[in-house]
């Protein structure tokens, strides 16, 4: 079972980037997949998740800006980030909950997940 988290890099303000998470050993379609960042000097928050059911929830400070998504025929799962800011600069982690299947709603809070990709630096910065 293993999360495999790319797509970072460097980015002026206002312009794009999509992450990805790719599962392998287990049918991430199922499950509730996360993505969550940690900013220079600060803790780590939650951004955005998918649920097994398909429904998405963001943080306030994303919304309207970022879009989570999967491909279940590449068992990926996707951060889409728009109108990036400089605020937005951290390292980006995506994370699974494989003790649901097919839940309804997810939450972006890390205690619920427990599988774990390592982090892709975003630098938002002119």
């Known amino acids: 079972v293993q999360l495999q988290a790319s797509g970072g890099g460097l980015v002026q303000p206002g312009g794009s980037l999509r992450l990805s998470c790719a599962a392998s050993g287990f049918a991430s379609v199922y499950y509730s997949i996360a993505w969550f960042r940690q900013p220079p000097g600060k803790e780590r928050e939650g951004v955005a998740c998918i649920s097994g059911l398909g429904n998405d929830f963001y943080r306030d400070s994303v919304e309207g800006r970022f879009t989570i998504s999967r491909d279940n025929d590449k068992n990926t799962a996707y951060l889409q980030m728009d109108n990036l800011k400089p605020k937005d600069t951290a390292v980006y982690y995506c994370?699974?909950?494989?003790?649901?299947?097919?839940?309804?709603?997810?939450?972006?809070?890390?205690?619920?997940?427990?599988?774990w990709g390592q982090g892709t630096l975003v630098t938002v910065s002119s």
């Open positions: 994370a699974a909950d494989l003790g649901t299947v097919g839940a309804p709603y997810c939450a972006i809070v890390s205690q619920a997940y427990g599988t």
